[in-house]
């Protein structure tokens, strides 16, 4: 006898949710129409929230959960928004009223215990009797989970340690990966007993999945955009996969809910309620500029060395979305004005080492550059604006007014971003000190609280 298996897929949504009222009524419906008998699951691949969107970041990523409950997700892995923008506690409290699974196959505490909430796997029983063995991983940004009081354990090795296990007590073998597409390939080569790999964090999509050896991969790009269905036609006699098949289904086809609109404005006034709270009073009004200098500007680089002590200062300037008007300013404002989940960063640098991030960062094409990803949820880079360092007009570079002295050791406060190397290779391998929970808004607000302690959240 044989048996098609269902399994509907989700990724990278990163808080896109004009898109999910589409995706909930399309998995709800499909749900509906396979009988009591039928082996079907739901899963989602990790990065579902992103505390950029004003509903995730007024209900620290709860609200997402209860949209996966609505349309009845079976299992989930976590990605690096899940994993690394929240606190330790507040990642601990996720998922606390979830009617999923959470499934991470290399993630423990610092101590190397699973964390509560979390599977390293699961094997689930089809009404039939078929048994599907699922493994997750999420990508390794150990310095960043280290500091958050988590370990990420090498994914790769990690799964074939626990698909070694997995293999002889399943007839299906899937994993959810959020490694990346390039990862994901070496989980096809490496580890051949996986029958099926649901990819993410690279924002690629198959529209009929990719075979590498038996192994098929399947992935639905981003922003629920796409929602992807893999079929497994499995033979009960030989108690094996005899076919597979990818799909993409594109959200834009399919119909939309007539109270699609009012699910949206829900969603937005829920955050709006949660983030009424006041974060400091402000004297006057700080405008933002994208390509200069600006007095919102020079309050943020204020704020970032006085909140990291460092000798001087370097960020974009598109970091502004909204400029912060005179008076009470909330958390909303503040989510407006600054809504990346970005970290403060203090970097250790030669004299030398600085004078090159500053004529790398003379780059004539990088204000105007649409930057997508690192975090950044800005419209452009913006001009590279200085505090405490500045070069004048003879080529003398002061930090903090005195004269750079080439062999000096200075230390810059940044932004995460421009850690990872894509804009400045240098600072990629150079010493430095990470500030987490801490967003760069809450720099600001902690920054408005000293200097403006009239009101306090």
Same mark, same amino acid.
């Given at each position: 006898?044989?048996?098609?298996?269902? #399994?509907?897929?989700?990724?990278?949504?990163?808080?896109?949710?004009?898109?999910?009222?589409?995706?909930?009524?399309?998995?709800?419906?499909?749900?509906?129409?396979?009988?009591?008998?039928?082996?079907?699951?739901?899963?989602?691949?990790?990065?579902?929230?992103?505390?950029?969107?004003? +509903?995730?970041?007024?209900?620290?990523?709860?609200?997402?959960?209860?949209?996966?409950?609505?349309?009845?997700?079976?299992? $989930?892995?976590?990605?690096?928004?899940?994993?690394?923008?929240?606190?330790?506690?507040?990642?601990?409290?996720?998922? %606390?009223? /979830?009617?999923?699974?959470?499934? $991470?196959?290399?993630?423990?505490?610092?101590?190397?215990?699973?964390?509560?909430?979390?599977?390293?796997? &699961? #094997?689930?029983?089809?009404?039939?009797? %078929? @048994?599907?063995?699922? $493994?997750?991983?999420?990508?390794?940004?150990?310095?960043?989970?280290?500091?958050?009081?988590?370990?990420?354990?090498?994914?790769?090795?990690?799964?074939?340690?626990?698909?070694?296990?997995?293999?002889?007590?399943?007839?299906?073998?899937?994993?959810?990966?959020?490694?990346?597409?390039?990862?994901?390939? %070496?989980?096809?080569?490496?580890?051949?007993?996986?029958?099926?790999?649901?990819?993410?964090?690279?924002?690629? /999509?198959? =529209?009929?999945?990719?075979?590498?050896?038996?192994?098929?991969?399947?992935?639905?790009? &981003?922003?629920?955009?796409?929602?992807?269905?893999?079929?497994?036609?499995?033979?009960?006699?030989? !108690?094996?996969?005899?076919?597979?098949?990818?799909?993409?289904? !594109?959200?834009? *086809?399919?119909?939309?809910?007539?109270?699609?609109?009012?699910?949206?404005?829900?969603? =937005?006034?829920?955050? %709006? /309620?949660?983030?009424?709270?006041?974060?400091?009073?402000?004297?006057?009004?700080?405008? @933002?500029?994208?390509?200069?200098?600006?007095?919102?500007?020079?309050? +943020?680089?204020?704020?970032?060395?006085?909140?990291?002590?460092?000798?001087?200062?370097?960020?974009?300037?598109?970091?502004?979305?909204?400029?912060?008007?005179?008076?009470?300013? *909330?958390?909303?404002?503040?989510?407006?004005?600054?809504?990346?989940?970005?970290?403060?960063?203090?970097?250790?640098? *030669?004299?030398?080492?600085?004078?090159?991030?500053?004529?790398?960062?003379?780059?004539?094409?990088?204000?105007?550059?649409?930057? &997508?990803?690192?975090?950044? !949820?800005?419209?452009?880079?913006?001009?590279?604006?200085?505090?405490?360092?500045?070069?004048?007009?003879?080529?003398?570079?002061?930090?903090?007014?005195?004269?750079?002295?080439? =062999?000096?050791?200075?230390?810059?406060?940044?932004?995460?971003? +421009?850690?990872?190397?894509? +804009?400045?290779?240098?600072?990629?391998?150079?010493?430095?000190?990470?500030?987490?929970?801490?967003?760069?808004?809450?720099?600001?607000?902690?920054?408005?609280?000293?200097?403006?302690? =009239?009101? &306090?959240?």
């Amino acid at each position: 006898m044989r048996e098609t298996i269902y #399994i509907y897929h989700t990724n990278d949504l990163h808080s896109h949710l004009e898109n999910w009222p589409v995706i909930h009524q399309f998995l709800t419906d499909k749900q509906k129409n396979h009988n009591s008998e039928a082996s079907y699951l739901t899963l989602d691949i990790g990065d579902h929230l992103d505390r950029s969107n004003i +509903f995730t970041e007024g209900t620290l990523g709860k609200g997402n959960v209860q949209l996966l409950n609505d349309a009845q997700y079976d299992y $989930v892995t976590i990605g690096n928004n899940e994993g690394i923008t929240l606190s330790h506690t507040d990642l601990e409290a996720l998922y %606390i009223d /979830a009617n999923f699974e959470v499934i $991470v196959s290399n993630f423990t505490d610092l101590e190397g215990n699973i964390p509560t909430w979390v599977l390293p796997y &699961k #094997i689930h029983v089809t009404p039939s009797g %078929i @048994k599907i063995g699922i $493994v997750a991983a999420t990508a390794d940004y150990g310095i960043y989970y280290e500091k958050l009081g988590w370990h990420v354990q090498d994914p790769i090795p990690r799964l074939k340690e626990v698909c070694d296990t997995l293999r002889p007590q399943v007839d299906v073998l899937i994993c959810m990966s959020h490694l990346g597409m390039s990862q994901d390939e %070496i989980i096809s080569i490496e580890i051949p007993q996986v029958d099926l790999v649901l990819g993410s964090h690279t924002h690629h /999509a198959f =529209e009929e999945g990719k075979l590498i050896g038996k192994s098929l991969q399947a992935a639905t790009g &981003k922003f629920g955009m796409n929602v992807g269905l893999v079929t497994l036609e499995f033979d009960h006699v030989e !108690r094996a996969i005899q076919s597979k098949k990818a799909v993409l289904i !594109r959200t834009e *086809t399919l119909p939309v809910p007539s109270n699609a609109s009012d699910m949206q404005l829900a969603w =937005e006034n829920e955050g %709006i /309620a949660e983030m009424s709270s006041v974060a400091f009073y402000n004297p006057s009004r700080l405008k @933002k500029e994208w390509f200069m200098e600006s007095d919102l500007s020079h309050f +943020f680089g204020r704020a970032l060395l006085s909140f990291t002590n460092a000798n001087c200062a370097m960020f974009p300037a598109g970091i502004f979305l909204k400029d912060l008007h005179q008076g009470q300013i *909330t958390a909303r404002d503040l989510h407006q004005c600054l809504p990346h989940p970005i970290n403060p960063c203090v970097i250790t640098l *030669t004299g030398a080492e600085l004078l090159e991030v500053i004529r790398t960062g003379k780059n004539e094409k990088w204000p105007k550059l649409e930057v &997508k990803g690192l975090g950044f !949820r800005g419209n452009y880079l913006g001009a590279i604006l200085y505090e405490k360092l500045q070069e004048l007009e003879d080529g003398t570079v002061l930090v903090n007014e005195i004269p750079l002295e080439i =062999e000096k050791i200075y230390t810059m406060a940044t932004l995460d971003m +421009f850690t990872f190397g894509y +804009f400045f290779p240098s600072l990629k391998f150079a010493p430095k000190q990470y500030f987490m929970p801490e967003m760069i808004r809450d720099i600001v607000k902690w920054y408005g609280q000293q200097e403006k302690n =009239e009101y &306090k959240s």
